[in-house]
């Protein structure tokens, strides 16, 4: 790029970080939607195993196939984010938003609704598979356009900063779900919960997307896109098989992050109740309560990594969760082994401290990696198609390892050895952008010293530009 003629400093997007966080807020419900609902699923899987495969007699085969419905959803989510990330590409981010969060109510609400196996026999676990899948298509496009909408929406100084704010969302929802599962075991015999007390929260799942349906319909486009469409109107449509030739290293370290983050995530917010409820032997209420505690202390851990991630860079945030991923998760599911509960709740803690690392830089640093003219349907179909790998399968793999090892470690070792192939990964192949403006866009500014610094500095403003395959 020429930057003397072709820079035009009336293109750099003033934002207002205040604004921002309202769209953090606004985008976070939906997220919030999401993990309540998956917070549900992981905390009444019992429950959900004996309503809809009480035909299968091994108890421990039903958590298998209780999971394996979990993890069949979401091989849809591909396919939903390269619906949505197409649509989300050309015709705004903002209708992508309005139309996956109302999905994910209604598949919600369905769950909730669904007859047992012993009142209409096979069709009750197909009916749950097929809401599961259509949460899972409707997620294809909801998490990735929630971190893109965000990354464009907010000052490039506090991209990370706001990014963790959608965590947030993640973490409230699953607390909710936690919460309320915990009351309905506690004011609930076994016999109402499992008749018709897991119902509740399913169906009450209605009301917040509502809500976040509401608060997206008032939301603005997002700057950098309109700023797409108005600086570059007629950009050819680019082919996927294009974007893998041309990107094909971005998308690998984008692919691995994902599988990293999605797999401690799904450890702990997944697979850790039924773990401790199975091979531990905790009762439903003490893991609800523990699990609910170190969740509300992963917040404010989201946050701080966040900030740090703008200061430091996100790729030394990452090697930190990496590093203590791979070091500490053994020594953590050891402690879970012990009949001290202070024991167990240190271990949880060292599993949840770790995770805070990739909640707090993966919404602000996963759009990043791509032009803006691609970054939607690209990340979307790399996320989903990465988690329906390495995340939504990881409770099962957990299950299938403990079953069939008899070793109550084994979860252990598949968590360290993600973290060691990541480290690689992000060690070889990545390279920060906290700070900088996003590939394919003019910088977001917060003040007028930010806006007159690129104005003066165009090289700096579209750092990105010397790369041939803009």
Known sequence: MDYENDFDKSNINKVDAKTAKKTVFATGIGNAMEWFDFGLYSYLAVIIAQNFFSSVENDQLKMVFTFATFAIAFLLRPVGGIIFGIIGDKYGRKVVLTTTII???????????????????????????????????????????????????????????????????????????????????????????????????????????????????????????????????????????????????????????????????????????????????????????????????????ALMFGRLADRIGEKNVFLIGLVGTAVFSILAFILLQSTSIVFVIVGVFVLGFFLATYEGTMPGSLPTMFYTHIRYRTLAVTFNVSVSLFGGTTPLIATSLVAKTGDPLAPAYYLTAMSIVGIIVITLLHVSTSGKSLKGSYPNVENDKEFDYYANNPDKALWWAKDKRV
């Open 103 to 301: 999905m994910m109510a209604f598949s919600t609400l369905l769950i909730g609704l669904l007859p047992t196996y012993d009142q209409i026999g096979v069709w009750a676990p197909i009916f749950l598979l097929l809401g599961r899948i259509l949460q899972g298509f409707s997620t294809g496009g909801e998490y990735a356009g929630a971190m893109v909408y965000i990354a464009e929406s907010s000052p490039d100084k506090k991209r990370n900063t706001l990014g963790s704010g959608l965590e947030i969302g993640t973490l409230s929802g699953y607390i909710a779900a936690s919460i309320l599962s915990g009351l309905l075991f506690f004011f609930l015999s076994e016999d109402q919960m499992a008749s018709w007390g897991w119902r509740i929260p399913f169906i009450l799942g209605l009301f917040l997307g509502i809500f976040g349906f509401y608060l997206r319909r008032k939301l603005e486009e997002s700057p950098v896109f309109e700023n797409e469409i108005a600086t570059k109107p007629k950009r050819d449509n680019v082919g996927f098989l294009t974007i893998i030739r041309y990107y094909y290293k971005d998308i690998i370290v984008c692919f691995v992050a994902v599988a990293f983050f999605n797999c401690t995530n799904y450890m702990v917010t997944s697979y850790l109740p039924s773990y401790l409820q199975e091979i531990v032997k905790m009762d439903s209420a003490t893991v609800s309560i523990l699990i609910t505690i170190v969740m509300a202390v992963m917040i404010p851990l």
